[in-house]
């Protein structure tokens, strides 16, 4: 997908445990973002990158973390993880108004 | 926030034109996309629309914009098996930094 690579593709992971999501763009574009979609909730935003170590959170934030050390990476971290995060996670890239190119995405199941 | 609403589903005979509706709250939205999303895939860009104009035509697809009702449409010509998709509606008020709102999703079905 355009130079951005998600994994794992799919996820099984337990109650409680962490969870980290990887991002890579070979793109080199500056704004990466993290998305959860969910049936009769569309796509929401998680948090977002507008540099290396630059974050902020986006609409559903809480229980997730990110980090951004290196331009073409941007991991999205869950900490303890619940039922309620199985979700699809994607990542998107964008570098200037037109639009984001988003990944294949990660299926997480937690149980 | 910004709130965008589409019908959840919209379904089409082979051949025939499709039109998906999209509404927006957020006046400033500069650059309204429209996303296409295949069974199992990520989101796919299918065209775009400035905030200036009112109509862009791209081979089968048409985007309409009344920017004063703050509505946004997407008309597929000749709509195909392929068209068989989800398709987003997402407003973007300008600058990158803070993502796209995205509206919950158009299935379109294609009977044959």
């Known amino acids: 997908d355009a130079g951005i690579t998600q994994s794992p593709r799919h996820k099984v992971t337990e109650t409680g445990t962490p969870v980290t999501l990887r991002c890579h763009q070979t793109?080199?574009?500056?704004?990466m973002y993290w998305y959860r979609q969910d049936p009769g909730h569309g796509l929401r935003l998680i948090h977002y990158?507008?540099?290396?170590?630059?974050?902020d959170k986006g609409e559903v934030s809480d229980g997730y973390s990110v980090s951004r050390s290196k331009t073409e990476d941007f991991l999205l971290t869950l900490e303890s993880a619940t039922s309620s995060q199985t979700s699809v996670y994607f990542c998107a890239i964008s570098e200037s108004d037109r639009g984001c190119t988003f990944g294949s995405g990660t299926r997480l199941t937690v149980v | 926030g910004e709130d965008v609403e589409q019908s959840l589903f919209l379904s089409v005979r082979e051949g025939d034109s499709s039109v998906i509706n999209c509404t927006y709250t957020d006046s400033s939205s500069t650059y309204l996309y429209w996303y296409k999303q295949e069974p199992g895939a990520g989101l796919q860009l299918l065209t775009y629309?400035?905030?200036?104009?009112d109509m862009k035509q791209d081979q089968r697809l048409t985007v309409l914009l009344n920017k004063k009702d703050k509505h946004l449409s997407l008309r597929i010509a000749d709509t195909q098996t392929g068209d068989s998709a989800i398709y987003f509606c997402a407003p973007h008020s300008g600058g990158g930094a803070d993502g796209l709102t995205f509206g919950k999703g158009t299935h379109l079905i294609i009977q044959p």
């Open positions: 793109e080199n574009h500056r704004y």
């Open positions: 629309i400035f905030s200036n104009m």
């Open positions: 990158s507008y540099g290396v170590k630059d974050t």
